[in-house]
């Protein structure tokens, strides 16, 4: 678990209850090869890490001595370009101020409890959404590589 030290095992409990509205890939998306489209899949990926991107400056302000944050967030944005060089379709989303402070207005901010809470939170997501949009651009690849689309 990501900063296992900032999360005492007796209140782990807490974290049950608490939802941090964090992208998330589903069927829908066309990531799965039940449903699968390659340029609506990798449009969402790209949004997706756009807006973790934002979640990640929230992360950065609660734990600013953890150097690893701004490396996932540079390598997130790489990502997203090369996403968008892989498929000129996708259209990168400019997240205005306003809706970047709507997204981090969604994170709880009341107690420092609720906010180490919420970095867990976003990680743990974050690192799902991950896992899922490798397996997404494995497939693609893989189909690339037996000829279709």
Same mark, same amino acid.
């Given at each position: 678990m990501q900063f296992a030290e900032k999360f005492p095992k007796e209140n782990m409990e807490s974290f049950k209850d608490h939802?941090?509205? @964090?992208?998330?890939? #589903?069927?829908?998306?066309?990531?799965?090869?039940?449903?699968?489209s390659k340029k609506r899949?990798?449009?969402? @990926?790209?949004?997706?890490?756009?807006?973790?991107?934002?979640?990640?400056?929230?992360?950065?302000?609660?734990?600013?001595?953890?150097?690893? #944050?701004?490396d996932i967030m540079n390598k997130a944005s790489s990502?997203?370009?090369?996403?968008?060089?892989?498929?000129?379709?996708?259209q990168l989303e400019?997240?205005?101020?306003? @809706?970047?402070?709507?997204?981090?207005?969604?994170?709880?901010?009341?107690?420092?409890w609720s906010r180490s809470i919420s970095v867990h939170g976003v990680l743990s997501r974050m690192s799902a959404f991950a896992a899922d949009a490798f397996r997404a651009i494995r497939y693609i690849n893989q189909r690339l590589r037996r000829g279709r689309p």
């Open positions: 939802k941090v509205p @964090v992208p998330h890939l #589903v069927v829908e998306d066309g990531c799965f090869s039940l449903n699968f899949c990798l449009q969402r @990926v790209a949004d997706g890490l756009q807006r973790y991107q934002v979640y990640l400056e929230f992360v950065e302000k609660e734990f600013p001595q953890q150097s690893r #944050v701004r990502l997203v370009h090369i996403i968008r060089e892989k498929e000129k379709t996708v400019v997240l205005e101020p306003a @809706v970047k402070k709507q997204l981090l207005g969604e994170l709880p901010s009341s107690s420092r």
